[in-house]
């Protein structure tokens, strides 16, 4: 285990709701990475928050947003689903954005229908 | 742009039997290089990372790895394969990305099944 939480588990949405998924990183790790993962597909990078801050985007459009707290803690809000949104949402926390080692939550496994 | 390919989408094996998993990469720096294993309903574990230490990397559950520059390669082997074995492979480069963030590239994933 590698002490990074992610909730739900699991969700069910339809196409045009929003959702919010969370994540919480591992004690002392101040930077969070979000990933989207397709079924029979690598992880995908969406972005990455470092002492609340964005710190860095992949090529996720502008309806993917998120969030860092002050505990380090992370949401990822995603608006206007869209049934390609299905997927395992994971998250990862690192001691540093510069740190190349990252640590994995258990996912979130949303659908969209 | 780093990338990295891994050549094979499924492998399977016998228990008992070594393990293969082949990754080449291209990149224009020095290259950090890792393995992920993701097991099926479960999140992505570090399985051995490669940093320009020394080449040959030792990682968990008997993994090691083989970091060869001028073949760009880091092939996975594991002398004996178990059934818990079974699971989604990554292999991973790391970039810079913008700002002081390292961004990771991610191959497709090699499917390893192991038979008994």
């Known amino acids: 285990e590698t002490g990074v939480t992610q909730s739900p588990t699991h969700l069910i949405k339809t196409r045009g709701q929003q959702v919010t998924l969370r994540c919480s990183s591992q004690s002392g790790h101040n930077t969070v990475s979000w990933y989207q993962q397709a079924l029979g597909q690598g992880p995908q990078f969406i972005f990455q928050y470092y002492r609340e801050e964005e710190n860095g985007r992949g090529n996720f459009p502008p309806r993917f947003s998120g969030l860092q707290f002050p505990n380090y803690s992370s949401e990822l809000n995603v608006n206007a689903l869209e049934l390609d949104d299905s997927a395992l949402y994971l998250c990862?926390?690192?001691?540093?954005?510069?740190?190349?080692?990252?640590?994995f939550g258990p996912g979130t496994r949303l659908l969209v229908l | 742009a780093q990338s990295v390919t891994q050549l094979d989408s499924h492998v399977s094996v016998s228990e008992g039997t070594p393990v293969l998993l082949r990754c080449n990469y291209s990149s224009s720096y020095s290259p950090s290089l890792f393995w992920y294993v993701q097991h099926p309903n479960k999140g992505l574990q570090l399985l051995l990372k490669y940093t320009s230490a020394a080449t040959l990397v030792k990682g968990i559950n008997g993994f090691e790895a083989e970091f060869k520059k001028s073949e760009t390669s880091f092939h996975l082997t594991k002398p004996s394969a178990h059934m818990s074995d079974a699971a989604e492979y990554f292999c991973v480069v790391s970039e810079p990305g913008a700002g002081n963030n390292r961004k990771l590239i991610w191959g497709l994933g090699t499917s390893l099944a192991v038979n008994p």
């Open positions: 990862a926390s690192s001691l540093l954005a510069t740190q190349e080692t990252q640590y």
